[in-house]
């Protein structure tokens, strides 16, 4: 029997190659519906291609250009038009692969609506977890991870009171042997040279200033339910190994292949099944050589110990810490800040900031606001000097 699935994000990295996974297995899914941005002529060749019942827009301009076009398909548009496709009865499975704070509400949407979530948003439990993953328990809905990460550490998990600790890997990063002088200096083009993956542009930043890394402990914690005390970050720069656990008796499972996401949103897709889809390459150990492996470094990349520290603090100082370090990372997109400044306007924000403990949903997002606004002021002030 076919999957009936919604992808939210198809025109972007993660939403184009869950489609390729996708025409590889079309015997096993059915596209109910899609949602992207202002990408629109990607949208619309993927209309024509998968022929979804439903489509989302960012905007109503957009979804008007599509309806002269489709008129005999459902168009929504913005945030409600996400929670419409979330809600609908028909789709077995959502891949929430947006980004940003948009994810969060169709997420909820789908788990109230017993929906299983294949996540690549890291924003819904970063900001929101405990209240995500309750209401996942109380739904009995399974959230699917699509992170080569917490793929890799969800595929090796087998028993939990078992688990002495789990071991996420970073590549390190383009910045791995710079010096902090070169990364005051670096530009734009250097810091989404990443060396092993190809990813968007806001989460190819924070690979560079390890922030990512951060937020991953964050989602690990929330996903598998593990102490932060419990949870190490390695640095492997051949990306062979994408995590592991640790046992009690001193075990330690890890999985390994090539970087490529294709395989675990395959995984999350098809799960509890494997089968054939898109043709990787085969990992080859004799090729491989060797497997490097490194503490952080914390003094060239404070971001991965901030978002530890704000993981822990708990309540909304995660939601300070994802917020104010996106509004960052896109003033440096847009070349109004340097590099190291992403780190500087995001300590400071968090370090002024007083969080709100068991938050609800409501005041997470008007916190998520509130913060956005001080650091875009402190980013105005900053270039102002």
Avoid at 135 to 163: G, M, T, W, Y
Avoid at 333 to 360: A, C, H, R
Wanted: proline share 3%; with cysteine; hydrophobic share 40%.
């Amino acid at each position: 029997m076919k999957k009936n699935i919604a992808i939210l994000g198809s025109t972007g990295s993660i939403g184009t190659q869950a489609l390729q996974v996708i025409d590889k297995l079309s015997d096993k899914f059915n596209v109910v519906g899609l949602s992207a941005g202002n990408n629109i002529s990607l949208l619309t060749e993927q209309i024509k291609k998968y022929s979804p019942k439903w489509v989302c827009t960012a905007s109503k301009d957009f979804a008007m250009v599509l309806k002269k076009t489709f008129n005999n398909i459902n168009i929504v548009y913005g945030d409600e038009g996400l929670n419409e496709i979330a809600a609908l009865k028909e789709i077995n499975l959502l891949l929430v692969a947006v980004s940003g704070k948009i994810g969060l509400k169709p997420t909820i949407t789908a788990i109230k609506n017993k929906k299983d979530i294949a996540l690549a948003n890291k924003e819904t439990l970063v900001m929101a977890g405990d209240i995500v993953m309750k209401l996942a328990k109380e739904n009995n809905v399974k959230i699917l991870p699509v992170d080569s990460e917490h793929s890799a550490i969800f595929q090796c998990l087998s028993n939990r009171s078992e688990v002495n600790r789990l071991i996420i890997t970073s590549s390190g990063g383009p910045f791995r042997n710079s010096t902090i002088e070169e990364m005051e200096k670096a530009d734009l083009s250097e810091a989404l040279a990443h060396p092993r993956w190809k990813m968007g542009r806001k989460i190819t930043v924070d690979s560079a200033t390890l922030m990512n890394k951060g937020l991953e402990v964050i989602e690990a914690h929330h996903l598998f339910d593990i102490s932060y005390d419990d949870i190490k970050v390695v640095v492997h720069p051949q990306s062979y190994i994408h995590s592991a656990v640790e046992y009690v008796d001193g075990s330690i499972i890890a999985q390994i292949g090539i970087p490529s996401m294709h395989i675990p949103i395959q995984y999350a897709l098809t799960y509890p099944e494997r089968t054939r889809g898109v043709e990787t390459e085969s990992f080859d150990f004799i090729k491989a050589a060797k497997f490097e492996f490194y503490e952080p470094d914390l003094i060239k990349f404070p971001s991965l110990a901030l978002a530890i520290k704000a993981g822990k603090t708990k309540g909304t100082a995660t939601v300070c810490l994802n917020a104010a370090n996106e509004e960052a990372v896109f003033a440096f997109l847009e070349k109004k800040i340097n590099f190291l400044d992403i780190y500087k306007i995001t300590k400071s924000v968090y370090d002024n900031y007083k969080p709100i403990q068991n938050p609800s949903l409501e005041q997470i997002l008007s916190e998520d606001e509130l913060i956005r606004k001080i650091t875009q002021e402190k980013i105005n002030n900053m270039r102002q000097r």
